[in-house]
T-cell receptor, first 110, second 112 residues
Framework: TQLLEQSPQFLSIQEGENLTVYCNSSSVFSSLQWYRQEPGEGPVLLVTVVTGGEVKKLKRLTFQFGDARKDSSLHITAAQPGDTGLYLCAGSNTGNQFYFGTGTSLTVIP | DAGITQSPRYKITETGRQVTLMCHQT?????MFWYRQDLGHGLRLIYYSAAADITDKGEVPDGYVVSRSKTENFPLTLESATRSQTSVYFCASQRTGNQPQHFGDGTRLSIL
């Protein structure tokens, strides 16, 4: 059962462009996390959001948790080649069992 | 700061064989997890453990066995490997609920 759908699945953009990745579900989550994964490595946590409507910023990355806590978005401003990677969202209701989305593979072309 | 390590990094085996993937963490985190990552499916939870001697099934546990006799180790065993179990396997640890999960670098397992 795939509870979290991410879109787009693949994204290739030029350096300096902006982009948004979406994470949608029909289920409500008490918390949602975003991870970035590089080839040959495990995912690394970027942010955790827990409150409906919450917005968190991490340098050029802006994360938003939907008001109903069913969806989330990740916006990257002025993308850099170093942003290239697989972005994964993960939702939880227990705090220790997470359901991961299918992932968005981002390539930023110099 | 060793963190969390998985071994082996790569493994090729044949159908029907038993294979064990190892996971070791140095933080004394309570929770440990095993995921598999497949194209189009993202990461799916196989088993998790809240503490030594406590394990529970995740989303896709069939064909897998885990144990946790010590806090720092959480081995995953495929008792009779099948081709559908070809995947990249990730182990993760978590200090307590709602804390970040820390992932190992994965084991790429191919079953011929």
């Amino acid at each position: 059962t795939q509870l979290l759908e991410q879109s787009p699945q693949f994204l290739s953009i030029q350096e300096g462009e902006n982009l948004t990745v979406y994470c949608n579900s029909s289920s409500v989550f008490s918390s949602l996390q975003w991870y970035r994964q590089e080839p040959g490595e495990g995912p690394v946590l970027l942010v955790t959001v827990v409150t409906g409507g919450e917005v968190k910023k991490l340098k050029r990355l802006t994360f938003q948790f939907g008001d109903a806590r069913k969806d989330s978005s990740l916006h990257i401003t002025a993308a850099q080649p170093g942003d290239t990677g697989l972005y994964l969202c993960a939702g939880s209701n227990t705090g220790n069992q997470f359901y991961f989305g299918t992932g968005t593979s981002l390539t930023v072309i110099p | 700061d060793a963190g969390i390590t998985q071994s082996p990094r790569y493994k090729i085996t044949e159908t029907g064989r038993q294979v064990t993937l190892m996971c070791h963490q140095t933080w004394s985190h309570s929770y440990m997890f095993w995921y598999r990552q497949d194209l189009g499916h993202g990461l799916r939870l196989i088993y998790y453990s809240a503490a030594a001697d406590i394990t529970d099934k995740g989303e896709v546990p069939d064909g897998y066995v885990v144990s946790r006799s010590k806090t720092e180790n959480f081995p995953l065993t495929l008792e009779s490997a099948t081709r559908s179990q070809t995947s990249v396997y990730f182990c993760a640890s978590q200090r307590t609920g709602n804390q970040p999960q820390h992932f190992g670098d994965g084991t790429r397992l191919s079953i011929l």
